[in-house]
């Protein structure tokens, strides 16, 4: 990857990397670009919705930044304008950006875009789309995982917290595994860099609390000694 770049727009701004073949346009941000090329193959609805495009030779994520929790009601996807550097989306791309350049399993930014209103924003991202790959929790829900998988989680966990990287959600839905069994780590909306703490082990037990509701919405069990190998293999010790 080359360096970042950023493009002002009449309505705020884009975020890219230099090495992008052609030039970045605010269109793609918008479903109806993808709609009226028919290039649209997939649509997750929820909080908000997600879309994975075909894009030339490439598949992207196109995802629209959406507040949760309460909050959500009231100002669905505003956000305080502190900046274009202090913006979600531009502060998402460029962890994204280094995670990539550190080696790390994360998707690969394409482009962010802030459009400005006064004193409020919102915002959209673009990454690459991880192919053959599913979310640790339906892996779960459909029985034990063999053992492998656990200790390569506990390394997965602790390459990214030996790197300073406090991810907000470390839960199973943002571990994603293809079909070989590599693993990934998605969604670092407000994740940030810090020096070792108390956060890495409150992201572990953030990470257990979310494996034990998994085994209890779908009715499996929390493996204890699956979470050993996990632990040990976090650690850097052999079971």
Do not use: C
Request: hydrophobic share 40%; glycine share 6%.
């Amino acid at each position: 990857m080359s360096d970042p770049r950023v493009l002002k727009t009449p309505r705020g701004a884009l975020l890219y990397d230099a090495a992008l073949r052609e030039p970045v346009e605010d269109s793609w941000f918008e479903k109806e670009h993808w709609q009226r090329a028919a290039a649209i193959a997939h649509e997750t609805t929820g909080r908000g919705s997600v879309l994975v495009v075909n894009h030339g030779e490439e598949t992207w994520v196109v995802r629209h930044y959406h507040r949760g929790g309460l909050v959500a009601r009231l100002i669905n996807d505003h956000y305080l304008w502190l900046g274009f550097e202090r913006t979600r989306a531009f502060r998402e791309w460029r962890l994204l950006n280094r995670l990539r350049r550190a080696r790390l399993p994360v998707p690969n930014p394409i482009a962010a875009r802030v459009v400005r209103a006064g004193a409020i924003y919102t915002a959209d991202m673009i990454t690459t789309y991880l192919p053959d790959t599913r979310k640790l929790s339906a892996l779960l829900a459909e029985g034990h995982l063999a053992e492998q998988y656990w200790v390569r989680i506990g390394e997965l966990l602790r390459s990214f917290h030996e790197h300073g990287v406090d991810h907000p959600d470390l839960t199973a839905h943002n571990i994603l595994a293809d079909t070989r069994g590599e693993l990934f780590l998605v969604d670092f909306d407000n994740a940030a860099m810090r020096t070792p703490g108390r956060w890495q082990r409150a992201g572990v037990a953030r990470f257990k609390r979310s494996l034990r509701k998994v085994a209890l919405e779908t009715g499996t069990d929390f493996d204890e000694q699956a979470w050993v190998l996990l632990e040990n293999a976090y650690r850097g010790r052999s079971a």
